[in-house]
């Protein structure tokens, strides 16, 4: 007697374990983080960044990355579908954006090295926006630059529909302009290096 109502006890016992996983199966099914081809979260971050702190997503599909984000190396997101930045950015090293889907930089953005926005999608830069290296620009739609833009190195504008340099630029190195059609140096212009047609 005794064994059956331990047997009933165990059984019993063993169904709502049962019931429990299969609720928490559907949970986890249900949330937006299983999807893991639409979000990066950081410890899948790991599977990407090799022993210098750089990250690599050359070539990705459109992930959503995690917000903030810090990179203590490069980042490098070179042709990715990758549309959208967190809005809380800092990478320790480059930025590499060239023909990327991106279309605007966060408005909180740290680059302690160069920018590359090559071909990408952008359109148009931050107000105040400062690059500590180069900032390449070569080859997209963006048809301004904004003001107080400062450039730590080069700055490369060929093959870019901007007519004009915005008042307080700062560039310290050298400008490319690549034939673009700029005629006029405004006087609040501060250039390091030459200008380059």
Do not use: C, W
Request: glycine share 8%.
């Amino acid at each position: 007697m005794a064994d059956t109502r331990e047997q009933r006890f165990m059984f019993s016992h063993s169904r709502q374990r049962r019931v429990r996983l299969a609720i928490m199966i559907s949970f986890a099914l249900a949330s937006p983080l299983s999807f893991a081809n639409q979000y990066l979260s950081e410890l899948k971050l790991l599977n990407y960044t090799d022993s210098y702190g750089n990250v690599s997503l050359r070539n990705a599909q459109n992930l959503e990355l995690p917000d903030p984000m810090t990179v203590k190396g490069n980042l490098n997101l070179e042709h990715s579908k990758i549309e959208r930045l967190p809005r809380k950015l800092t990478v320790e090293g480059n930025l590499n954006l060239a023909y990327s889907s991106v279309t605007r930089l966060p408005l909180q953005l740290v680059v302690h090295g160069y920018i590359n926005l090559a071909h990408s999608q952008i359109t148009y830069l931050n107000n105040g926006l400062q690059v500590k290296g180069d900032l390449s620009l070569m080859g997209t739609k963006i048809m301004q630059l904004p003001p107080y833009l400062y450039v730590g190195g080069n700055l490369y504008l060929a093959n870019t529909g901007i007519t004009e340099l915005p008042k307080f630029l700062v560039v310290q190195g050298n400008i490319y302009l690549g034939g673009t059609p700029i005629t006029v140096i405004p006087e609040q212009v501060t250039i390091g290096g030459s200008i380059f047609q």
